[in-house]
C-alpha cells in the first residue's frame, strides 16, 4: 500500500537532509539559534523528532497554503505524533518578492485519517461587522458536507480563519488565526480532525 504523502515527507532525503540543495542555500535567511533552542526543548520534552532545516516538507504542497511570492525555506521543524496522529510543525521563511526582507510564519500540519479532494476553508469577514465561514474546492459537495455547523462552531471556538485539506494532511500557518503557542494550535488542529464524522472522511476517502 503507498504511504501518505505527510509520511513519506516526514522520512526526508538523508542524502539531502535540508532539501535545499546547493542552489537554495545562495542568499538564505540564517538559522536563529534561540528559535532553534526553543524547537530542540519542545521535541526534547515531547520525544518529538528536530530537524533545522527541511525544504522536503512542503514538496508537493498547494500554494494556497503558503503566502504569495517566491517558495521560502523551511527552518526549525518539530515532526512526531499527538494524539496518535502524526503532524508536523516549522517555520516558513519567505519573502513578499525577490528583493524584500525575510519574513516567518509558524505552520502546522496534521495528518488526515484518509486522502480526500483539495478544500481552502476561510472565515471572511462581512460589511456588518459578522463573518461566515466558506469552504471551497473541485468537489463542492465535499466542502458542503464537510463544513457541517457543528464544524464552523469549532473553528470559530478555536479561532481559525483559513485553513487546507489537500489529500492526506490539514495545513495551517499563524497567518490563519488560531490559538497562538505551537502545543495548543496542534491540540486544536488534531480536536478538528476527530470532530469530523468518521462515515464522512469514509464516504469521501481516495484511499
Do not use: F, K, S
Given at each position: 500500500m503507498r504511504r501518505p504523502r505527510l509520511l513519506r515527507a516526514l522520512?526526508?532525503?538523508s542524502s539531502d537532509p535540508s532539501g535545499e540543495g546547493r542552489a537554495g542555500r545562495v542568499d538564505a535567511p540564517p538559522v536563529e539559534a534561540e528559535r532553534a533552542?526553543?524547537?530542540?526543548?519542545?521535541?526534547?520534552?515531547?520525544?518529538?523528532t528536530y530537524t533545522e532545516r527541511h525544504q522536503g516538507a512542503i514538496q508537493g504542497w498547494p500554494r494556497t497554503?503558503?503566502?504569495p511570492g517566491p517558495l521560502g525555506r523551511v527552518h526549525h521543524?518539530?515532526?512526531g505524533r499527538h494524539h496518535g496522529r502524526p503532524f508536523r510543525i516549522f517555520d516558513y521563511v519567505h519573502r513578499g518578492t525577490s528583493e524584500g526582507p525575510w519574513q516567518r510564519i509558524e505552520v502546522c500540519?496534521?495528518?488526515?485519517?484518509?486522502?480526500?479532494?483539495?478544500?481552502?476553508?476561510?472565515d471572511v469577514p462581512a460589511a456588518d461587522g459578522s463573518d461566515?465561514?466558506?469552504?471551497?474546492?473541485?468537489d463542492t459537495r465535499f466542502a458542503v458536507e464537510l463544513l457541517s455547523e457543528s464544524l464552523r462552531a469549532d473553528l470559530r471556538r478555536h479561532g481559525f480563519t483559513d485553513l487546507v485539506l489537500d489529500r492526506d494532511v490539514l495545513i495551517c500557518t499563524s497567518d490563519g488565526g488560531g490559538p497562538a503557542d505551537p502545543e495548543s494550535r496542534l491540540e486544536?488542529?488534531?480536536?478538528?480532525?476527530?470532530?469530523?464524522p468518521s462515515d464522512v472522511w469514509a464516504r469521501w476517502s481516495r484511499d
Open positions: 522520512v526526508g532525503d533552542a526553543e524547537r530542540r526543548e519542545l521535541a526534547e520534552t515531547h520525544g518529538w497554503a503558503l503566502p521543524e518539530l515532526t500540519a496534521v495528518a488526515l485519517p484518509v486522502l480526500v479532494p483539495y478544500v481552502y476553508i476561510r461566515d465561514v466558506y469552504a471551497e474546492g473541485p486544536a488542529l488534531t480536536d478538528l480532525v476527530d470532530r469530523v
